[in-house]
């Protein structure tokens, strides 16, 4: 939505490349939408929604954990390279990600 040029060729990228990604979403009306939209490379698993507004992602890959926020006065980027950390944050998705139903609305 903020960077709509960047994340098209990441996109067509992962794409090209036939590379899987994992999401885990709060179970929102906008995720479940997203979910729909999703191809065969990405699969979305949803949590129950709180009454955070969490407006920041995390990505876990290549030994890295990367954090990402987006609003649209500011955007800020931070890349751990740090294989404890990595391990850490793998654990915890995997953990989720077992405990969690695969969205098919």
């Given amino acids: 939505r ?3 040029n960047v994340d098209e060729e990441y996109v067509r990228k ?6 899987k990604k994992r999401l885990i979403m709060f179970d929102t009306p906008s995720a479940r ?3 729909k939209t999703t191809d065969k490379l990405t699969d979305v698993h949803l949590i129950a929604a ?3 507004d969490v407006r920041s992602i995390m ?3 290549d030994g890295k954990v990367s954090y990402v926020t987006f609003l649209e006065d500011i955007m800020i980027a931070v890349l751990i390279e740090d294989t404890a950390l ?3 944050h793998r654990t915890i998705f995997e953990y ?3 405990s969690t139903q ?3 609305s």
């Fill in 50 to 52: 709180d009454a955070h």
């Fill in 59 to 61: 990505h876990i890959y």
């Fill in 33 to 35: 939408s997203f979910a």
């Fill in 14 to 19: 992962r794409k090209r490349r036939a590379i």
């Fill in 86 to 88: 990595y391990e850490l």
């Fill in 96 to 98: 989720i990600w077992k």
């Fill in 102 to 104: 695969v969205s098919t």
């Fill in 2 to 4: 903020y960077i709509p």
